[in-house]
Structure formats: structure tokens, C-alpha cells
């Protein structure tokens, strides 16, 4: 009776290990859409002189590149190899006008990716100054 207690603990711990673990990866196709999005973050950040913009889009684009990252550092990814991804994604982007469509499609990438990243975004927005 024991043993089948144990066994039936293992196999849950083990279906639950196995499943969070699966959950908190990140594939190479969404580490690559995370570091474009924070590559056109930068850019919004630091748009061109004459360029129209609203002064909340540059604080949800700042908070936004921030959750990513603590996203990745969480999952395990190397802050080394996260930094490099996002360096080539802002010199992609760097100097580059205001794309709302991207901005907004970065925004969905990063709610539906991110665990309760729509929340963290708005919390970070808050901490800002």
C-alpha cells in the first residue's frame, strides 16, 4: 500500500516536473520574436527627432524590454546570450520610425507569451519614475 502511495507520488511529481518544465522554455522561434520585439522597443524608445509619438508608448516600450528580459533570465536563458540576441535586434531597428502595426503585434507576443505579462508590463510602467 506504501509503495503504491509512492509510486503514484512519483509519477504525478514527475508529470508535474515534466509539464512546468515544458511550460517555461522558450522555443527558438519566440527567443528570436522577443528579441526583434525588444529591438523595436529600443527604436521606439529612442525614436528620430520629428517623429509623433504619445510619452506612454516609450514607457510601455521600455517596461516591455524589461519583462522580456526577466522573463529569460527566469526561464534559464544566459543574460550573455539574451543581451547579444537583443544587441543585433537594435541595430536592426535602432533609427527607425514609429511602426505602430509591429509595436501593437509586440504587444500581443508579449501577453500571450509572458505568464501574466500584461500585468508585469503595467507594474513596471508604474515603477519607472
Not at 94 to 122: A, I, L, M, Q, W
Request: a positive charge; charged letters at 30%; proline letters at 2%.
Amino acid at each position: 500500500m506504501i509503495k503504491n502511495f509512492f509510486k503514484k507520488f512519483a509519477i504525478y511529481f514527475f508529470t508535474f516536473f515534466v509539464t512546468t518544465s515544458l511550460q517555461a522554455e522558450m522555443s527558438d522561434i519566440q527567443k528570436n520574436k522577443a528579441w526583434e520585439c525588444s529591438g523595436i522597443y529600443m527604436a521606439n524608445y529612442f525614436l528620430p527627432s520629428g517623429e509623433n509619438f504619445e510619452y506612454s508608448m516609450k514607457e510601455k516600450s521600455m517596461a516591455s524590454v524589461k519583462v522580456l528580459k526577466e522573463y529569460a533570465l527566469e526561464i534559464g536563458i544566459s543574460e550573455k546570450d539574451w543581451d547579444a540576441g537583443v544587441n543585433k535586434a537594435v541595430d536592426k531597428y535602432y533609427g527607425s520610425k514609429y511602426d505602430k502595426v509591429k509595436t501593437d503585434n509586440c504587444h500581443s507576443f508579449v501577453e500571450k507569451t509572458v505568464p501574466n505579462g500584461k500585468e508585469r508590463v503595467k507594474k513596471v510602467v508604474q515603477t519607472l519614475y
